[in-house]
Nanobody, 121 residues
Framework: QVQLVESGGGSVQAGGSLRLSCAAS??????MGWFRQAPGKRREGVAAIASERSTRYADSVKGRFTISQDNGKNTLYLQMNSLKPEDTAMYYC?????????????????WGQGTQVTVSS
């Protein structure tokens, strides 16, 4: 059974940084991604890493966010720098096999419970 547990969210001022972690268990070699959902908005892909290690980023976070994976610890990370108020959202970790579009939420089968990120101006 695949389990995903996010941590690392919090409140920061604009320009600050946070690192999200997603502890994963019960899987091997899945495509994984970070998604976010702000109140009243659709869930959107932020960053993803395929099983073969290629990565994709949403245009809105390119150059600011970095996704990485520590296979030894079965942990997925999202380093978020230069945070903006518009980055405020609940952030979710997701995983699945054979994902087509890495940034499309409907492609993913397994989801964590989310961790809140709030950026104040």
């Amino acid at each position: 059974q695949v389990q995903l547990v996010e941590s690392g969210g919090g409140s920061v001022q604009a320009g600050g940084s946070l690192r999200l972690s997603c502890a994963a268990s019960g899987y091997r070699y899945m495509d994984m991604g970070w998604f976010r959902q702000a109140p009243g908005k659709r869930r959107e892909g932020v960053a993803a890493i395929a099983s073969e290690r290629s990565t994709r980023y949403a245009d809105s976070v390119k150059g600011r966010f970095t996704i990485s994976q520590d296979n030894g610890k079965n942990t997925l990370y999202l380093q978020m720098n230069s945070l903006k108020p518009e980055d405020t959202a609940m952030y979710y970790c997701a995983a699945s096999y054979f994902v087509g579009d890495l940034l499309t939420p409907s492609e993913y089968k397994y989801w964590g419970q989310g961790t809140q990120v709030t950026v104040s101006s």
